[in-house]
């Protein structure tokens, strides 16, 4: 999947070895020219993007900016604290961004949720990552190999902090079961309507359910929030009314009893 993304990949890889490696005026030409290469590169790939081109000229207007403002980290650590400024902007006025600067490698990936989620750690912990190469490189200088190896692991610890919170938000988006385990309890939707009434036994990975009210709609619901619980298959012991909505879902029928997996 990556190598689709071949292009982008190697304009940042370009990008970051000639912060490293070059110096005034040759680092920001060699930033535009890498952003045609790799527009060259998606040419060949059969999908070119001219926004490499654009991009490309952004990070060499960004590194001859670092350069004339003599910005200490040198376009990196500008380009970091630029974008991840962006970043977390955005999702702090939920507008997440990270979704429309990843293109076709994010697009319809992420709800707005998610997306703003992303945008405030990630652009976070690019943030950070270019406020502490600024501050521990004197001016005009860049901030070297060790600095720009530190980035990963920024990114890693913001990822984990995101992951935790796109959780707790996977969480809220799922129905969920009022009433107490072993009793009669109420499904009820994401949004607080209540799609049933069930008594739910469990034993091992599998959930015995007798459903004593259930618009069938609310199936995928069931479904989900037992799967969610850790059942890996679905056994209905009681169904009122027509039996047909459960043979459309997939369900397997014998003897008044109906089993899914989940």
Known sequence: MMGGYLPELLLAALFILGDLFLEGTAAAVATFAAGVLAWVVSLLAGRGRIALLL??????????????TSFPGGALALTEV???????????????ALERLGGGLARGMLSKGEG?????????????????????????????VL?????????????????????????????RLQGSPGGEQTL?????????????????????????????AGLPALEAVLAAGGYRS???????????????????GSRGRWLRRL
């Open 188 to 216: 009820v939707s994401p949004e607080g309507r209540v799609l049933g009434r069930i008594l739910v036994t469990g034993e091992g990975g599998a959930a015995s359910v007798r459903v004593k009210e259930l618009d069938p």
């Open 116 to 144: 703003v989620i992303l945008s405030l750690y990630i652009g976070g912990g690019v943030l950070a990552h270019g406020a502490v190469t600024a501050a521990m490189t004197e001016p005009g200088e860049s901030g070297g």
């Open 55 to 68: 991009e490309g000229a952004v990070l060499g207007g960004l590194t001859m900016a670092a350069l004339l």
């Open 82 to 96: 630029v974008l991840g400024g962006f970043l977390l902007v955005s999702g702090l006025a939920g507008r997440p």
């Open 234 to 252: 679905l056994l209905i012991t009681e169904w009122p009314g027509d039996t047909l909505p459960l043979e459309m879902s997939g369900y397997s």
């Open 147 to 175: 600095l720009t190896a530190l980035l990963p692991l920024f990114l890693a610890v913001s990822g984990y902090a995101a992951r935790r919170r796109l959780k707790g938000l996977s969480r809220s988006l799922l129905p």
